[in-house]
């Protein structure tokens, strides 16, 4: 990763609040076993299962600054599910994350 764009990673992620950090280590975790993308549903069960949100809207809305920030983008599976991306490599934003 350059290093100025790692700089401006580490800046948003950084700006980020605790359960939104939190949220992209568990979607960054997910996507190390799944690379192709996760779904949405799989993300907010995983979240909830860590008591990170309770609703599904809670969920959008700590995605939101990432996807603001183009850390993650959202495509259509096979059967029209949401599936969640990231656009930088997970053990990249998984190191970023582990030095806050």
Same mark, same amino acid.
């Given at each position: 990763?350059?290093? @100025?764009?790692?700089?401006?990673? /580490?800046?948003?992620?950084?700006?980020?609040?605790?359960?939104? &950090?939190?949220?992209?280590?568990?979607?960054?975790?997910?996507? %190390?076993?799944?690379?192709?993308?996760?779904?949405?549903?799989?993300?907010?069960?995983?979240? /909830?299962?860590?008591?990170?949100?309770?609703?599904?809207?809670?969920? &959008?809305?700590?995605?939101?600054?990432?996807?603001?920030?183009?850390?993650?983008? %959202? /495509?259509?599976?096979? &059967?029209?599910?949401?599936?969640?991306?990231?656009?930088?490599?997970? @053990?990249?934003?998984?190191?970023?994350?582990? @030095?806050?």
């Amino acid at each position: 990763m350059g290093d @100025s764009l790692s700089k401006g990673l /580490k800046y948003v992620l950084q700006s980020l609040t605790h359960n939104q &950090r939190e949220t992209l280590k568990c979607l960054a975790n997910l996507l %190390e076993q799944q690379p192709e993308g996760i779904s949405f549903k799989e993300l907010f069960l995983t979240c /909830k299962e860590e008591m990170l949100v309770i609703q599904e809207k809670q969920l &959008r809305d700590h995605l939101v600054e990432a996807k603001d920030h183009q850390i993650i983008y %959202e /495509k259509k599976g096979k &059967r029209g599910e949401t599936i969640i991306c990231m656009r930088h490599v997970p @053990s990249s934003i998984l190191s970023i994350l582990s @030095s806050f």
